[in-house]
């Protein structure tokens, strides 16, 4: 008998007629590590924190979030919050190649440079949203500020720094690969690549053609050389945010939740995404229970059951809250929600 093969399904859900995207408005500022562009959309809304992403190496923020952003059950809840996305240096669409020898900011850097945007834009509190290195850069941030982030959404983040096996497998790869296969790499995983999806085909274009593949490696060398961000249990250093950690189920080392992790669930499943992001604020106080969906409704109530009976941590679960999340955080029960998607 012919085996069932699982298919990996990209979520279409575009804008409805009349939906139209708001109107954005793109901004550089000077900081001490160099001038910064980010795109804000909507205005600001009275007693809300802004929503501030930041996206992973080989995208910008418009490769990166647009599929989640522009997705229809998404416009309900983005409709109350001023988005503001921030492209890292040179990533920026027309961005001019940095001359040869420029000093490319550390993940540090890029960190340091959002106090910046948030006093131009004379903005007080966010909600962050971070891919890859976009998620370790807004977790450093958060580590930093943690006065003026309400709440953080890592998707597929490594806290730590490269070890010495990472260094030298990394190294062997680059003996035979190009750059945009290894970021390739680092987004997607094998299973994905060698499947050669449309989405895939979309993105392997996009990094491969990209005009400023140069400044592409220079951020992806300062992702390379991140530290750890040293995140203790307990200890003095945690996020003192809600967390709600997201894995691709596509990600080679998905056990791990927090290993370097291919699959880019905000492209390839944003409904599941937005409905876990509707939870998360609805947590934090910010969605009314009556904006929920009927679809989200129902299934609040099997995954609610789910993630009661079933304490472990396992493939088939979507979506859990709880305070035991690796050591990302070391909050209260309920602070940190995990989705695998
Ligand atoms: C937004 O509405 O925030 C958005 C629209 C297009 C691309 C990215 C974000």
Redesign the pocket.
């Known amino acids: 008998m012919a085996e069932l093969q699982e298919v990996q399904i990209t979520e279409e859900k575009p804008l409805l007629p009349g939906q139209t ?2 109107a ?1 408005k793109t901004h550089s500022v000077e900081t001490p590590y160099g001038s910064v562009t980010f795109t804000v ?2 205005t600001p809304k009275p007693k809300r924190p802004a929503i501030l992403t930041y996206h992973d190496v080989g995208l910008n ?2 490769s990166c ?2 599929p989640l ?2 997705f229809g059950d998404m416009q309900e809840i ?1 409709q109350n919050f001023v ?1 503001v ?1 921030v492209d890292a240096p040179g990533m920026e669409e027309g961005a001019a190649v940095f001359p040869l020898g420029y000093q490319y900011p550390s993940l540090d850097q890029l960190a340091d440079m959002i106090p910046c945007i948030l006093q131009y834009l004379n903005f007080s509190t966010i909600i962050g949203i971070g891919v890859g290195a976009g998620a370790y850069i807004l977790s450093r941030y958060a580590l930093n500020h943690p006065d003026t982030v309400e709440g953080l959404v890592l998707i597929n983040i490594d806290p730590n720094a490269k070890g010495w096996m990472d260094w030298a497998a990394h190294k062997l790869t680059g003996l035979t690969s190009s750059i945009s296969e290894m970021i390739l790499g680092h987004l997607f995983s094998q299973e994905e690549l060698s499947g050669n999806s449309e989405l895939i085909q979309k993105y392997r274009n996009i990094i491969t053609h990209a005009p400023n593949l140069d400044n592409i490696e220079l951020y992806w060398n300062s992702y390379n050389n991140r530290r750890d961000l040293n995140f203790e249990r307990g200890g003095d250093i945690t996020l003192k945010c809600p967390v709600m950690l997201v894995v691709g189920d596509q990600a080679p080392h998905e056990d791990a939740v927090m290993a370097d992790s291919g699959g880019q669930p905000q492209l390839t499943q944003p409904g599941k995404l937005t409905e876990a992001f509707k939870y998360f604020l609805q947590g934090m106080g910010y969605m009314a229970s009556s904006c929920m969906t009927r679809l989200s409704r129902s299934r609040t109530a099997s995954l609610t059951s789910a993630a009661s009976i079933d304490g472990n941590r396992s493939r088939s679960r979507t979506l859990s809250q709880s305070s035991e999340s690796g050591t990302l955080s070391s909050g209260p029960p309920g602070h940190t929600m995990e989705v695998s998607c």
């Open positions: 995207p708001e954005a959309y909507g923020y418009k979030f647009q952003f522009q983005i988005r996305h």
